[in-house]
């Protein structure tokens, strides 16, 4: 006797690439990575097929050619470290502009490649600015690039508050998918995703906590710039976008302790993404373990782990940059307040200010 199952629903199928966005599924993140009974649930934004900024760039794109700022072909030029990169190369697809990246020798190499095959001009800067690092010399990069393009337009994802309405979306889809939400644990780059996810979440579940997690070495929530290997969260400026207010707690992140969080979580639970997925999920972890049982938290990992297969996932390159072996501690280290030391590895604050101390509550 045949036996006839029902066919799986499908998912809807996409006229377009830009068609292909959003719709992420949540995975959940338990025992092994946690400990017995504790965990979190991983919204996988690397199942979009740029990563998290294929939200924004569309939706910055299309906002500025509705309010007239992008002229239909007009080029579009930006500093990003690559996922802004990926996402406005679909954008520039699907909406017919040009598309100049600029960015610094830290670029993976896969990352431009894959840039230059989406159809987008790679622009790499050669030195970092003096006081405002590799992400001041990016954004004079483009200023000289905008003043030479005609009609050249910017989407500024660090000011741009269309990066932040971007992500209501995901937002809805997370409630939808989770039901009651208690905390959001979200890397801090340009502030976008945190902002935007947040302040729709938080209208829902007014008491929802919102940490943040930036890297060592950056200036966004007050420390003083230094060196940093870890691409995509941090920043050596003061993005505007970031919603000050909003973050219950930071926490720093040193790059071997997120490399050893993405290893395992890729070990034990496959799914995993980089610097930023790994340090979300040290975070992550420790809030499952630490807060009360039945704690409902989403953490976003902005991508998925191809692109650090030459970084992160690469024995010599962690080798020469000695992040093997370091496996983190059981709890964060505290610090009061963003200026009381210089951190160099995992520490949080439950003082959250705006360094630039002009408008506390939401972005400035
Ligand atoms: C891989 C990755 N993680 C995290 C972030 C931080 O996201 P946001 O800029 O929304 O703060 C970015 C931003 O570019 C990113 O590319």
Not at 105 to 128: I, N, S
Not at 217 to 227: E, H, R, V
Not at 261 to 269: P, T
Request: overall charge positive; some cysteine.
């Amino acid at each position: 006797m045949d036996v006839i199952t029902a066919a799986p629903a499908a998912l809807p199928a996409a006229p377009t690439p830009a068609g292909l966005v959003g719709n992420t599924p949540v995975l959940w993140v338990g025992e092994p990575f946690t400990r017995p009974g504790r965990g979190f649930w991983a919204k996988l934004e690397g199942a979009n097929p740029g990563g998290i900024k294929d939200r924004t760039a569309l939706h910055m794109v299309r906002a500025a050619r509705e309010r007239g700022e992008l002229a239909p072909g007009a080029p579009i030029v930006e500093s990003t470290s690559g996922t802004l990169g990926l996402g406005l190369a679909l954008a520039g697809i699907t909406f017919g502009h040009p598309v100049t990246v600029v960015s610094d020798p830290g670029m993976e190499p896969m990352m431009r490649d894959l840039l230059t095959a989406y159809g987008a001009r790679v622009h790499l800067v050669t030195r970092p600015h003096p006081v405002g690092g590799w992400q001041q010399a990016r954004r004079g990069a483009v200023a000289a690039l905008l003043a030479n393009l005609p009609g050249a337009w910017c989407p500024d994802q660090y000011n741009n508050p269309d990066n932040v309405a971007a992500y209501r979306g995901l937002a809805h889809e997370l409630i939808a998918q989770l039901g009651r939400i208690d905390v959001l644990v979200a890397s801090v780059g340009t502030g976008g995703h945190s902002a935007g996810v947040g302040s729709v979440l938080r209208k829902v579940f007014p008491g929802l906590r919102v940490v943040g997690v930036d890297t060592t070495g950056s200036t966004i929530f007050g420390q003083p710039a230094a060196p940093r290997l870890m691409r995509g969260l941090g920043s050596s400026i003061h993005p505007r976008n970031v919603a000050y207010g909003m973050f219950a707690e930071v926490h720093w992140v040193a790059a071997a302790e997120a490399v050893w969080a993405a290893r395992r979580l890729a070990r034990c639970h496959y799914a995993t993404g980089g610097w930023s997925a790994g340090a979300v999920a040290l975070t992550a972890r420790w809030l499952a373990e630490t807060l009360p049982a039945g704690t409902r938290i989403a953490a976003i990992f902005p991508d998925g782990p191809q692109r650090y297969a030459g970084t992160v996932f690469c024995d010599a390159y962690c080798r020469e940059h000695d992040l093997l072996g370091h496996v983190p501690p059981a709890e964060p280290d505290r610090i009061a307040h963003s200026g009381a030391r210089t951190v160099t590895a995992w520490t949080r604050c439950t003082a959250v200010t705006d360094p630039l101390g002009d408008a506390p509550g939401g972005g400035r």
